[in-house]
């Protein structure tokens, strides 16, 4: 029997989150799997959360990263879409079931078989570990892989709409809100929001960032374009602003009340919360009721829907505000990004930086 391949990555080993290097066993490729050899990989905050087991999810040693982007080295005998030498990217998806209404419509996001694409177990049984973009290495079904067009100097800034870009991407297209001449509200300006932005610019509509740090003003209108900030702090603005908005997505992860924000919507306005509290939170019913609005949810999105934003994104040159860093810098980035201190994301240099940091 062949030894399988041996792959260098930084994992952690408890809650205390610290990552270090960490050596595993290559997953097997399959007929249908494609191996990928990382070049890049974003931070997320979602990765901080589970190497710090927040969720109480963590199956440690954890090696993170969801953000990946890479060049194809290998494909098993029955995978027709990719070759040796593609480039390409794997987001938070790893496995579904690949048989269940959503999966069946495209909507492989809300599988309740979903895989993740680190921190978890593949169905099967072999049970194979499913470790993340912290690596050298990984094995990816075809299914949930996508293609990428941008220039190959560009990558870097292309990682995080792997994950970061298509969850605001998604709900901006699902609900209608990417036709040139509305208006749409980003409330929080961070990894997520900072992509809301490019993405709402791209459409054509208009974009007001939302945020109650007023140091965000310039950034948020002369470095990413936004039309409008209004500061969430501010009675007066709040109030002037009152029904002016056709949607907001928001960003913002931190618990807060949300009615403030339905306040802003026009009659049949849709807020869409895409960031993850650790608490419930607030929302007075009322003024949702009295102007016919609604709240949705939306998670990342599905294959089809993440290669759309990808070849949307590369042909609008929409690319995001990254720090690249060494796997040698990851624990100080994890430092930085638990207090917000990035504009706007990290984005590991993995394979030129790797090898020397063992």
């Known amino acids: 029997m062949d030894q399988p391949t041996m792959v260098d990555g930084w994992a952690a080993r408890d809650a205390n989150g610290l990552l270090s290097p960490f050596s595993f066993p ?17 931070i997320c905050h979602s990765d901080l959360c589970t190497i710090k087991n927040e969720w109480g999810n963590a199956k440690y040693p954890v090696v993170p990263g969801h953000e990946i982007i890479g060049v194809v080295t290998d494909v098993g005998s029955s995978v027709a879409r990719f070759a040796a030498g593609d480039k390409v990217g794997v987001g938070y998806i790893a496995s579904t079931c690949r048989d269940c209404p959503n999966c ?17 177990t593949l169905p099967g049984a072999d049970g194979a570990t499913v470790h993340g973009g912290f690596a050298e290495l990984t094995v990816v079904h075809e299914r949930y892989v996508v293609r990428i067009a941008a220039p190959t100097t560009n990558l870097e800034r292309v990682a995080p ?4 870009g298509v969850t605001v991407y998604c709900p901006m297209r699902r609900l209608g809100l990417d036709r ?3 208006h749409l509200g980003v409330a929080g ?11 709402g610019k791209a459409f054509g509509v208009k974009v007001t960032v939302i945020s109650t740090s007023p140091c965000k003003e310039a950034e948020a209108v002369e470095r990413l374009g936004a039309d409008a900030f209004l500061l969430r702090t501010n009675a007066q603005q709040m109030k ?24 802003l919507l026009r009659t049949h306005g849709k807020l869409v919360p895409v960031g993850s509290p650790g608490k419930p939170v607030q929302l007075a019913l009322y003024p949702l009721q009295s102007g016919g609005k609604s709240v949705a949810g939306s998670m990342i999105g599905g294959m089809r829907e993440m290669q759309e934003m990808i070849d949307f994104a590369v042909e609008h040159g ?7 860093i060494g796997m040698e810098d990851i624990n100080d980035a994890m430092k930085r990004l638990e207090k917000g201190d990035v504009r706007y994301r990290f984005v590991i240099d993995v394979a030129n930086t790797i090898a020397r940091a063992r």
């Open 26 to 42: 290559l997953r097997a490729k399959g007929e249908e799997d494609v191996v990928v050899k990382i070049l890049f990989c974003g």
């Open 104 to 120: 069946r419509d495209g909507f492989e996001n809300y599988c309740a078989g979903l895989v993740p694409s680190f921190n978890a």
């Open 161 to 164: 709409l792997l994950c970061a």
């Open 180 to 182: 040139p001449g509305l």
């Open 189 to 199: 300006l961070g990894g997520l929001g900072h992509l809301a932005v490019k993405f």
């Open 240 to 263: 002037a602003a009152a029904g002016t908005m056709d949607g907001i997505i928001d960003t913002v992860s931190a618990v807060h009340d949300l009615t403030p924000l339905i306040t």
């Open 318 to 324: 929409v690319a995001a505000e990254v720090e690249v």
